[in-house]
């Protein structure tokens, strides 16, 4: 019998925390199963951002459209990954960024009064969002440190290294977008490596 979308948040939950029966009875009544297809849109720019999705199966990312148009991705979610626009999430702000389905996915969809509502109810699920945020932050603030110490072709490797998923699952204009150089300059390094 295959595995339940929230059979796999709650195992995914309780490497960090620790959860009752009744915890995880709960949890499923805030979330709504969503089942999108690729390319399809959860996030427009200008628009109110009003969910936190969990992937259970696929790949999401988050972009915005620079000063000359061109998209530039900035965050990738896979199986086990959240992914939002937190300021927009948070403040009740209209979003600056997309997030759009790379493959077929299938989410769990939290909505922002039922996440708050869940932390009171539920504070072990409270402390597992603190714990996958300082993650989420520390990767980020070493995500900056690479792209400044480091040239593309080692960021590439280094993004290889530790996410190897990514670089078959995950276009190479999007993968180059997100590692700050060109298709072009990704393909080159990519045939260096091969």
Known sequence: MPERSIERLVRHIQKFVSLTDNDASLLEQYLNPINVGKKEHLLETLCPCRYHYYVVRGCLRMYFFNEKGDEQTIQ????????????????????????????????????????YNLFDRIPAVERYFRLIYQRA???????????????????????????????????????????GITPEYLSAVKKRHT
């Open 137 to 179: 932050y520390a990767a980020s603030q070493h995500r900056m440190k690479v792209r400044y110490d480091y040239s593309g072709e080692d960021t590439y490797l280094m993004f290889k290294k530790n996410y190897p998923d990514f670089v078959d699952r995950v276009p190479q204009y999007m993968l180059a977008s997100f590692l």
């Open 76 to 115: 990738f979610a896979i199986e086990d990954w959240w992914m939002t626009d937190h300021t927009a999430f948070n403040l009740g702000l209209e979003s600056q960024y997309c997030i759009q389905a790379v493959e077929p996915s299938v989410l769990l969809a939290i909505h922002y009064d039922n996440q």
